[in-house]
């Protein structure tokens, strides 16, 4: 059965802290991305990979990072946590095969206080 | 421009009664392919249902469908027979290119289901 891990559900960091996220997906899956949802915003995507340590930015990259060192494993990072980086976190994988369908995480919800 | 528009932020069905969720596209890419995904309040996103562009006959999976109409750029959800189960979010998404497009998808902002019993 197909399996997309995320190291927490719920997260509390403060301001200025350096915060890791990590996915991890069981089904060999090429392409890894990382998403944050907002009420009214629907979900916008941040980072994705389609190798290891190949990286492309999303559509809201600014003050995240991401690294794939292995296959398998995605992560977030939040150099500098900031408020307005408290949201929802969702990761996903695909396979490298048509028609691509993406399989997601439980989500994280972070809050930065 | 948004690319995926989804009209109702909210909808209610009664239990057992079959419902539409819409959803309308803008691409001009003859190649793209149309999801759908369902959101329960746990947070996790299910894949429901995938049309391609090229597909010459509507997606069906169980009690869900895909209404695809290509000259109007929608691809409405059907759910027939709603369960109590079905009270979620409904987001619509949409890959463009064919393959080597890596799978990139782009959501709507979602349409939330209440199943009254």
């Known amino acids: 059965d197909v399996k997309v891990t995320q190291s927490s559900r719920y997260l509390v960091k403060r301001t200025g802290e350096k915060v890791f996220l990590e996915c991890v997906q069981d089904?060999?899956?090429?392409?890894m991305f990382w998403y944050r949802q907002d009420p009214g915003l629907g979900l916008r995507l941040i980072y994705f990979s389609y190798d290891v340590k190949m990286k492309e930015k999303g559509d809201i990259p600014e003050g995240y990072s991401v690294s794939r060192e292995k296959k398998e494993r995605f992560s977030l990072i939040l150099e500098s946590a900031s408020t307005n980086q408290t949201s929802m976190y969702l990761c996903?994988?695909?396979?490298?095969?048509?028609?691509?369908?993406?399989?997601f995480g439980p989500g994280t919800r972070l809050t930065v206080t | 421009a948004q690319k995926i528009t989804q009209t109702q932020p909210g909808m209610f069905v009664q239990e057992k009664e079959a419902v539409t969720l819409d959803c309308t596209y803008d691409?001009?890419?003859?190649?793209?392919?149309l999801f759908w995904y369902k959101q329960p309040s746990s947070g996790e996103m299910i894949f429901l249902i995938y049309q391609g562009s090229y597909d010459q006959q509507n997606a069906t999976e169980g009690r869900y469908s895909l209404n695809f109409q290509k000259a109007r750029k929608s691809a409405n959800l059907v759910i027939s027979a709603s369960q109590l189960g079905d009270s979620a979010m409904y987001f619509c998404a949409m890959r463009e290119g064919g393959g080597g497009s890596q799978g990139n998808l782009i959501f709507g902002k979602g349409t939330k289901l209440s199943v009254k019993p």
């Open positions: 691409t001009s890419d003859p190649s793209y392919g």
């Open positions: 089904m060999d899956h090429e392409n």
């Open positions: 996903a994988s695909s396979p490298g095969l048509f028609p691509y369908e993406q399989y």
